[in-house]
Structures are given as structure tokens and as C-alpha cells.
């Protein structure tokens, strides 16, 4: 199985309404590896690697989000896998 990476950093209102905990049970749905967090300026950051099919249905579920959310945009990029993750996990922020 070929891998693909994204990191995606999504915006709107979506801290404080569980975006992280369902992005974590979607990505693993999916059998994607990675993370997710929360950014200081009220974005939420994610890395995940797997399928590109699997990753496409990631990003189209980042663009609707848990209920109570609401996405303004998701800047996608494209990276190499570095094939370094083992599960999908929430980081939690330092601040």
C-alpha cells in the first residue's frame, strides 16, 4: 500500500465544539495515521497519512466538522510520508 500525507490546518469556529475528538475517531475510521491540535490563533492543525482515498474522505469531512462547527476554510498541502506514526492521536497544546 502506497502512503500519502496531508496537513491540513482548518479555520472558523472550530475550537471548543469537539472537532479534535471527532477528528480522531473519523481518521481512524479510516485507518489513517497522524495527529490533530489545536493552534493558538483558533485554528486546528492535522497531519495524517494513509490512502489517498481515505485522506480525500478526511478533507471532505473537514470541511463540514462535528456539529456546532463551523469551517470557513482548510488550506491543504501536500507532503511526503514519513511513514513515522503508528495511530492517530490528539496532541494537546502547551499554552
Known sequence: MESSRIH??????????????HT??????LGL???VRNLDDGRVEVIA????IELQKLIDWCWQGPPGA???????I???PTNEYRGF???YSRW
Open 8 to 21: 491540513l490546518f482548518i479555520s472558523g469556529l472550530v475550537q471548543g465544539v469537539f472537532f479534535r475528538a
Open 24 to 29: 480522531q475517531e473519523i481518521a481512524q475510521r
Open 33 to 35: 495515521v497522524g495527529w
Open 49 to 52: 497519512e494513509g490512502r489517498e
Open 70 to 76: 463551523r469551517v470557513d476554510d482548510v488550506e491543504i
Open 78 to 80: 501536500y507532503e511526503e
Open 89 to 91: 492521536e490528539i496532541k
